[in-house]
């Protein structure tokens, strides 16, 4: 471990995926809808009735924009073990789960979670790299946030479907899933002590 208060940040090879075809697809609308715009100026011949045209170079810029947001934040999406709390963090999303939320950590077979034969075509698509890989499934208590404003934020498929949880894909589930236990455990022990204690105490 890094030290006593944090641990290892282990990138979200899922969210990676989902912002990489994400920024693929809004750099080449945005680059479109500018050569529309482009065509129209230069040529002067309307290929679009004139108050559409009049917005094609702000929603270029606006995807274009989105593209580099969505290229850079591919990165920056990673869980992290702390003393007291695991955190999540993503370009939209930063929360502290505590410990005292966490029911059980365990691994599963992503493909087991959510079977390719149950996701649509483009399902498949975009998580055929993860079947047969390890995700490390933590079943909370209570999701940190409302389940609305969480979806909002994350992939449909890092919510556990069989339980309220959280499903992390990351490239080292095994270590993830031995520095949680790790940090857990001296969590509940220095809790569990103290609460001993006090109901001996009322004795």
């Known amino acids: 471990m890094k030290s006593h208060k944090s641990g290892t940040r282990y990138p979200l090879i899922l969210y990676h995926r989902v912002m990489s075809r994400l920024w693929a697809a809004t750099l080449v609308l945005g680059v479109l809808l500018l050569l529309v715009w482009g ?26 924009a989105f593209a580099m947001f969505a290229f850079f934040g591919r990165n920056m999406a990673y869980v992290q073990p702390h003393k007291d709390h695991l955190r999540l963090v993503t370009p939209f999303l930063r929360t502290n789960i505590s410990y005292r939320r966490v029911r059980s950590v365990h691994p599963a077979v992503f493909q087991q979670l959510f079977p390719p034969k149950d996701a649509s075509w483009a399902q498949r698509q975009l998580l055929s790299p993860f079947y047969g890989k390890t995700a490390v499934v933590v079943e909370l208590n209570g999701l940190p946030h409302s389940p609305g404003v969480m979806r909002l934020f994350l992939a449909p498929q890092m919510f556990s479907p069989r339980s309220t949880g959280l499903v992390f894909l990351v490239p080292d589930w095994m270590t993830l899933s031995t520095e949680l236990d790790s940090y857990r455990g001296t969590w509940l022990q220095n809790h569990e002590i103290p609460s001993r204690r006090l109901v001996a105490s009322r004795r």
């Open 39 to 64: 065509w129209e100026w230069y040529f002067n011949q309307p290929l679009m009735r004139a108050n559409a045209s009049s917005w094609l170079p702000v929603a270029g810029l606006v995807f274009l």
